[in-house]
Every structure is written in structure tokens, then in C-alpha cells.
């Protein structure tokens, strides 16, 4: 029998805790199988609690050794024990504050769901956001309790690290003291066979900090560039938030099996290894990217996040949003900005959109949830980090620094709530920010459509918003949208310097008197004016800019804002694959333009990079979805192959002589501009391939001396049909884990999409396969969902069949990753009555499953609604 579907938790119910914390300590004697875990915690009844009174502990998976409070042992009639938690009447109480003792025996080595404890190649490392410190010891799991941890941890391994400051040592154990209250999320225990890369850091006041990267023995010549990274980041958030670090140690240390990328425990980060370990042998330049954001992001929390913590998880965007949008900036100001945000915007439509045009669509803050680990999604990092963007373009750079200072006067060592940040942006700005609230309570994607008319010297532009509806919300009031904005003349004259309009109302009315603009930019009064919209994506909207074909042309070649150059580019490639899916041939004016845009030698070559590639498939499916189509992840594949090979016939001079004079030479630096290099000439390399075939790739790969070049050489040969180049790949580095997750995947995404399927499920046969580990089995079941849609939509629907297997095995195991892994069906509704149906059953095979998780669980039933 399946269990019943658990209740959803609301945010309408929230209740202050019964209970504070005002002191925890810990030990731990741990063993891979039980571990005993003691605890100590000094509790005062809360003032503000509206609860019963009675002690209400979390605790899964845990055996009770023994309990006392203030020293008196509790037996069985003396508490309540659920499967959940331990709950002490409030008549056993010893009065309003008292000391819990406890002792728990725990498997770290059983724990494959990785959460609380577990093991990883030797080493005890644990993971507790959202709710897994209820997996390690009783304690009342909510980011609201807050409290100073002291850690001691008993065993024979070398290294044995927690949160806070290192208190005392000796053979066999180690003592830890966090002085900064935190909740239970943020705890941390590490302990293994490791070395440190180590640096140090004096702080703005002239505190002098530890830093110590910590990998297994063998990795200790690759942790160069995180350190780099942090220290970098440790210093720009001095600069320019005016935030120090606070500790005397910064530990960050690198894991084989996590769930996701990095995990901002106080004092003491851990980290997917594959956001920390790079060479240039092994790591590519994205990879050194993502780096350098996910180490900025965690060390960005230590402020947003951990001296400023979430009052319940409802408010997670709190946390979240406002990092990654800091991680932005931070890239931004390090790399190239335009490049920066085109990507970001990428990201954003590629995750958030598509997850808000479909079943799964949520506010920012949610209202209700099942299982918070479905909530760790795009729509709440990625959207919430652009409304943090809109406000601080809407109330400028000054104020909004000092709302920052406000924040964290005000709410240090707080845990607290969106209207907690949105109060302090009204009192130090004096603006009324009700309306913009909605982008926290309204979920879907908002679209703005623009006319405009020129008529007896004037443009008259009318802006309307419209949104759609979502899951459990029909009907939705207007946002606050901000709309920067120019004005061009068909001769790519700018006539407007860049200004921001506030779209918040359904529609607004704008009036330009062209006279007056045409004498400010000393040209004759044009007969023709070209609007360019929504520069720099100044709001997380679909835009109609109702631009004709040239017009866009024009802002390719001319608008001095670069995202909305990019932009017009996209856009028009958009159109010319929806053209050619119905049968139409490209036009050749996109060519040239793109011709003369490759060629101008001052743009950063990243950019010119982000301007060749085309829509994904993705996109593809969703573009076709809005025109009113039904996709076909075939014909979507077949049109962006045929289009390459247009793109690669009529570009082939330029390519080719890009692909010389974008050789940035032997000596590999991960900086932006190398990588800006290594990208253009790995795009003219794809591209020409699709017409000369494999010998450049050859040569390529031959000649690589770092992986970006390797992996682009091999991808192509890949797909050019190179018989031997998996297994030669496969020879140089079987003993490299991160690079075989490489390979594993590229074989994948690479493949024949008739192909994709068999390739995928021989590569789970494969001896490396290790499926109980999340990087190897994104790798591959991501490799497919993710790296080919054509393969993973085949019309047999054997690629859905492949994913339900798959996740119904790691669900057992792993649920979080398995849930997180099943959005790949979240599109279902966009195609063809057969394939829905494929869909749907492979849904409805996993529903049937007995004893399925709370998070895959909650995740089909969302999906299939
Ligand atoms: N809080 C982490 C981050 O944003 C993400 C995370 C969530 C990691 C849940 C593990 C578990 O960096
Ligand atoms: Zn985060």
C-alpha cells in the first residue's frame, strides 16, 4: 500500500517556536555504523511562543540511547515518540528554562540519502539545510531557533573540523566553539584522511583569518583557484558591502557525493568537489567559472544568510535571492558585465522560465510545500536574485546600498522574513513597496507587449503587461516593472539616452517629441524610430517589442546597450529556426550581420561567442509551444543541425580565420580573457565542422593542452563520428573522477538522438557507473534529459521509460536528487497527444510505487496535476 500523501505545511501557519536555544554542545564518537552522538542543550521557554508549551524536538532515523532533563533520566512514559520527533508535555517540564541531555546512536555509512552524517571515500561529512540536522540529534530543526554550538568530536581520523573556531585538540579528538547564533541548517561536522591548501586573509580591520581548502591526499595541487576565488571574494564584499569576516577560520572542504553544489555551514563550507578541484588539464573555463561564483556565493552567505538567517523556509528567497544576485554582481565586476548578464539571462530562461510556464510554477515565496528540498529551485535563487536587481535599479545604487547597511544593522543575528527586507527598503527610501511585493506572491512570468506609432513629429509608445495564470492562481494584479530603455534612429543614431520607465499599471502611455531628440543628437528629425527595450533584461519578463525583422537588424549592428544587441541577434535567430521548421530558408541579411558583428575586433570576444550560439532545444520547444505549435524535439533537432550548416557556409572565411587569430597560445590562464578566446575559437571549431568534417577536430584534439580544448575537440569528433575517440578518451583519464563525469556525459548529450537512449543505458552497464553518486548520475540521466532532448523525447518513448527506472531506483536511495532529477518531465503538456501519454504513464508507473519519498512523491503529483 502507498502511503497517504503527507499534508502540506503553509506559511499561514506559522507559529513563533515554543522554545529557544540558548546553548548546544556536542559529541561525537563517530564510527562509520554507530556513531554516538551527545547533546547538551540549555532551553528557555519563548516569550512569544503561542504554542502549548510542551518540548517539541525533531529526529528521524535516530536510535535514543538515553535522556535527561536538568540531570533526571527520562523514561518512555515520560515523552512522546514518533517516527518525526519527541515531543515532553509541557507538565514534565522542569520549569520555563532547563537542560536537555541526550545520546542517540546513528549509520552514517547507511546514510545514502545524504543528509545529516554520512560517509563519502572515507571521510564523515554532513549536510543539514534544509531539515537535516533532525537526522544527527532531538533538536527543534528551524532556521527561527538560533543558538552558539560547541563541538566535540572523538576520532582516530586526522582532521576533524566543525563550525566556529578550533577550541581545543589533542590525539583522538578536537573541540570546536561557533560564537555566532545559528540555526541547526548551518551546522557542520568533517572528518577524514585530508589536506589543506592553506592561505591567509587579513580583514578590513586587521583581523588576521586562517583559510584552508581541504581535499583528499592526491588534490592538493588543484585547490589554487578556489583560494583565489575567496580571498578575491572576502575582499569585494569588504568593498562593496562593507561586510568582514568574522571568525579567525575559513574552512572550505571538498566532497565526492553531495546533492548539490556547495553548502554554506558557518565557518566551515562544503562543497561538491567539482566546484572546487580544477587544473587546466581536467577543469574547463566554465567550469573554472562556476568556481569562482559558487565559492563567492557560499562565502557571500556568511553575512546573507548566516549573521541574517530565514525565519522559516517559506522565506528562503530571503537568503537565496539576494546572494546569487551578490554572486552576479561579484562576477560581474571580475569578468565582463555585459557577458555576465547575457549568461545570467540565459540561465534564467532556460531554468526559471521554463519552470514557471509549466505545473511547477511557485512564487518566489512560496505559500505551501510538502518537502522544502522541492523548493531549492530556479524560480527562488534565479528570480528572486532579479527582483533584488529591479529594486536596486528602481531605487537607485546609493539607496540601495544604505538599505544594505539598514539590513544589517537592523537584523543582525535575526531570523527574518520578506517583509522584514522590503520594511527596511521603505524606511530608508521613503517609497510605498506594496505593489512590488507581488513579485514575491504571484508566480508565472509576466509579459509585456510594446506598440509604437510615429506620427506628426512624435512616438507615441504604449507599454502593456499582461500575466498569466499559474497553478492555483487565475488571476493576478500588475507588478511594478522597470523598463530601461533607448531610442535609435534607423541609422543606429541614438536618440534617447538610456532612461528608465516604471511599467506598473496594465498599461502606460509614453510621448517623445522626435524634434527635440533629433536636434539633441545633431541628426534631421528621422521619419523612423526604433525602440530598444528592456535593456540589460532590467525586469525577468517576455517582451513583444514588435520589431520588425530590420529593426532588429539595426539594434544587432548598433544599440549601445550590448544585452539588448545580443538580444535583437537571438531573437532574430529565434525566428529565422521557426521559419525553417516550417519550411522556410534563412535570410541571408542575418548572416552578413553576424558577419560584420564577428569581425569587429573590439568586441569582447565572449560576447561574440554568445552571439553565434543558437537557441537551444529547448528553447526551440518552448518558442514553438507560444506560437501555438506542437513541437516535434525531432524536427527542432534536425532544423538547429540544418541551420548550423547554413550559418558554417555562409561564415566559413570568418570562422576560419577566427579560428587562428583566437589561438590564445600555450600558457592556460582561466582569466576572462583567454577564456573569452578559447570560446570563439571552440564555436568556429563546432561550426566547422558541421561542413569540413573531423580533421580540424583531429588536429585539435591532438594539439589540446588544456580540457576547455579537449573536451570542445572531443565533443565534435563525437558528433562528426570519430569510432575510437570515446575509448582514447576514456584511456587518458579512467582515474580522474570529475573528467569521467565528463565523459560519461558527452557521450550522451553528443549522440545520434536515435542513439541516445541505448548509449545511455550501456553507459549505466559501464564499471565506472556508480549510480549512488549524484555528479555520475547527472552525468548520464542528465546527459539525456538535460544534454538531449531529441533523444530523450525518441518517439518510442523509451527515453521516458529510461528516466522512470532510474529515478524510481535512486528514490530509494537518494530522494532528494532523484525529485530534483524528475522536472525533466515537467514539460509533458508541450508536446504531441503520443507522447504525453508516454509521459504520463511513465509518471503514473512512478506514483505506483510503493514507499516512494515525500520528495519524489510530491514532485509527480505536482507535475501530472
Ligand atoms: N544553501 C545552498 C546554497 O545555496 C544550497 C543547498 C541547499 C545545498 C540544500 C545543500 C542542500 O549554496
Ligand atoms: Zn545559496
Known amino acids: ?182 540555526p541547526a541548517y548551518l551546522f557542520a561536522l568533517v572528518a577524514g584522511d585530508l589536506v589543506a591548501h592553506s592561505d591567509r586573509f587579513t580583514t578590513m580591520s586587521g583581523r588576521d583569518v586562517a583559510l584552508n581548502i581541504w581535499v583528499r591526499p592526491g588534490d592538493e595541487d588543484k585547490c589554487a583557484y578556489a583560494m583565489d576565488a575567496l580571498k578575491r571574494s572576502m575582499r569585494w564584499d569588504e568593498e562593496v558591502y562593507g561586510r568582514e569576516y568574522d571568525l579567525d577560520v575559513f574552512n572550505i572542504v571538498a566532497v565526492d557525493d553531495f546533492n548539490m553544489g556547495a553548502m554554506e555551514n558557518k565557518g566551515l563550507n562544503i562543497f561538491n568537489s567539482k566546484y572546487v578541484l580544477a587544473s587546466p588539464e581536467t577543469a574547463t573555463d566554465r567550469d573554472y567559472d562556476f568556481i569562482e561564483s559558487i565559492v563567492a556565493h557560499e562565502y557571500f552567505h556568511n553575512w546573507t544568510g548566516n549573521r541574517i538567517t530565514c525565519r522559516d523556509w517559506f522565506q528562503l528567497c530571503l537568503k537565496e535571492g539576494l546572494t546569487v544576485f551578490r554572486d552576479q554582481q561579484f562576477s560581474a565586476d571580475t569578468r565582463s558585465a555585459p557577458v555576465q548578464r547575457i549568461e545570467d539571462v540565459l540561465q534564467l530562461r532556460a531554468r526559471q522560465f521554463r519552470e514557471d510556464a509549466g505545473p511547477l510554477a511557485h512564487n518566489v515565496r512560496p505559500d505551501s510545500y510538502v518537502e522544502i528540498n522541492n523548493f531549492y529551485t530556479a524560480t527562488v535563487y534565479e528570480k528572486g536574485a532579479e527582483l533584488i536587481g529591479m529594486l536596486r535599479r528602481i531605487v537607485g545604487a546609493q539607496e540601495y546600498r544604505a538599505a544594505l547597511d539598514e539590513y544589517f544593522r537592523r537584523h543582525d543575528g535575526q531570523a527574518c522574513t520578506i517583509e522584514d527586507w522590503l520594511a527596511v527598503f521603505e524606511d530608508v527610501t521613503g517609497r510605498d513597496l506594496s505593489q512590488f511585493k507581488r513579485w514575491y506572491t504571484q508566480a508565472g512570468t509576466p509579459r509585456v507587449s510594446a506598440e509604437w506609432q510615429v506620427a506628426e513629429g512624435r512616438l507615441h509608445l504604449r507599454l502593456a503587461q499582461e500575466l498569466p495564470p499559474t497553478p492555483g492562481q487565475p488571476l493576478k494584479e500588475p507588478v511594478v516593472i522597470p523598463v530601461a530603455m533607448g531610442l535609435l534612429s534607423p541609422e543606429g543614431a541614438e536618440l534617447l539616452p538610456e532612461t528608465t520607465v516604471i511599467l506598473d499599471g496594465p498599461e502606460l502611455t509614453l510621448d517623445f517629441d522626435l524634434d527635440e531628440m533629433a536636434r539633441r543628437a545633431c541628426i534631421a528629425r528621422p521619419d523612423h524610430v526604433i525602440p530598444s527595450l528592456l535593456r540589460g533584461f532590467s525586469a525577468p519578463v517576455i517582451l513583444d517589442a514588435g520589431l520588425s525583422r530590420a529593426d532588429r537588424l539595426v ?257 530509494a536511495k537518494n530522494p532528494q536528487t532523484a525529485a530534483r532529477m524528475s522536472t525533466a518531465f515537467e514539460t509533458w503538456r508541450r508536446y504531441d497527444a503520443d507522447r504525453q501519454a508516454l509521459i504520463t504513464g511513465a509518471l503514473d508507473r512512478i506514483a505506483a510505487q510503493d514507499g516512494l519519498s515525500r520528495d519524489l512523491s510530491e514532485m509527480v503529483e505536482r507535475i501530472r496535476a
Open 1 to 182: 500500500m502507498k502511503d497517504a500523501s503527507p499534508q502540506p505545511i503553509r506559511l499561514a501557519d506559522y507559529h513563533p517556536p515554543s522554545h529557544l536555544v540558548e546553548a548546544v554542545e556536542l559529541t561525537f564518537r563517530l564510527a562509520p555504523r554507530g556513531t554516538r552522538v551527545r547533546s547538551k542543550i540549555r532551553f528557555r521557554a519563548n516569550p512569544a511562543g503561542l504554542e502549548n508549551g510542551n518540548l517539541r524536538l525533531d529526529g528521524e532515523n535516530l536510535r535514543l540511547v538515553s535522556c535527561a532533563l536538568d540531570g533526571t533520566p527520562l523514561t518512555a512514559l515520560d515523552y512522546l515518540l514518533t517516527p518525526e520527533g519527541l515531543t515532553v508535555p509541557a507538565e514534565r517540564l522542569p520549569g520555563p528554562s532547563f537542560t536537555w541531555e541526550a545520546e542517540v546512536e546513528i549509520d552514517p555509512a547507511d546514510n545514502t540519502a545524504l543528509e545529516g552524517l554520512y560517509t563519502s571515500g572515507g571521510m564523515f561529512c554532513t549536510q543539514c539545510e534544509a531539515e537535516g540536522f533532525r537526522k544527527i540529534t532531538f533538536y527543534p530543526d528551524r532556521p527561527d531557533v538560533m543558538a552558539p554550538f560547541t563541538v566535540r568530536i572523538e576520532s582516530d581520523l586526522p582532521i576533524l573540523l566543525s563550525n566556529g573556531n578550533p577550541a581545543a585538540s589533542g590525539p583522538g579528538w578536537a573541540e570546536w566553539h561557533d560564537p555566532w547564533p545559528k
Open 555 to 811: 539594434l544587432l549592428a548598433h544599440d549601445p546597450d550590448p544585452f539588448n544587441r545580443w538580444e535583437a541577434g537571438r531573437s532574430l535567430m529565434r525566428e529565422t529556426l521557426m521559419e525553417m521548421l516550417t519550411g522556410g530558408a534563412p535570410d541571408p541579411a542575418l548572416f552578413d550581420a553576424l558577419d560584420r558583428l564577428l569581425a569587429e575586433d573590439r568586441l569582447d570576444a565572449a560576447f561574440r561567442a554568445l552571439c553565434l550560439a543558437l537557441p537551444s532545444e529547448d528553447d526551440m520547444a518552448q518558442a514553438a509551444h507560444d506560437a501555438g505549435l506542437v513541437p516535434d524535439p525531432t524536427a527542432i533537432h534536425a532544423t538547429r543541425r540544418a541551420m548550423q550548416v547554413a550559418m558554417a557556409r555562409a561564415l566559413q572565411p570568418r570562422l576560419a580565420a577566427l579560428y587562428d587569430a583566437m589561438d590564445p597560445g600555450p600558457a592556460y590562464s582561466p582569466d576572462a580573457d583567454q577564456a573569452a578566446k578559447r570560446a570563439l575559437r571552440n564555436s568556429a571549431l563546432t561550426l566547422l565542422a558541421r561542413i569540413e568534417g573531423p580533421a580540424r577536430a583531429k588536429a585539435h584534439y591532438a594539439a589540446a593542452t588544456n580540457m576547455t580544448d579537449e573536451i570542445a575537440g572531443f565533443t565534435t569528433l563525437l558528433e562528426t563520428g570519430d569510432p575510437d575517440i570515446a575509448r582514447r578518451f576514456h584511456d587518458r583519464w579512467k582515474d580522474d573522477r570529475l573528467v569521467m563525469d565528463k565523459w560519461f556525459m558527452a557521450q550522451v548529450a553528443h549522440a545520434a538522438p536515435e542513439q541516445a537512449v541505448a548509449i545511455a543505458r550501456a553507459l549505466t552497464d559501464h564499471p565506472l557507473f556508480d549510480w549512488t553518486n549524484p555528479n555520475r548520475f547527472r552525468s548520464v540521466i542528465g546527459g539525456l534529459t538535460s544534454g538531449n532532448p531529441a533523444g530523450f523525447h525518441d518517439p518510442s518513448g523509451a527515453g521516458y521509460r529510461f528516466l522512470a527506472d532510474w529515478l524510481i531506483r535512486l528514490d
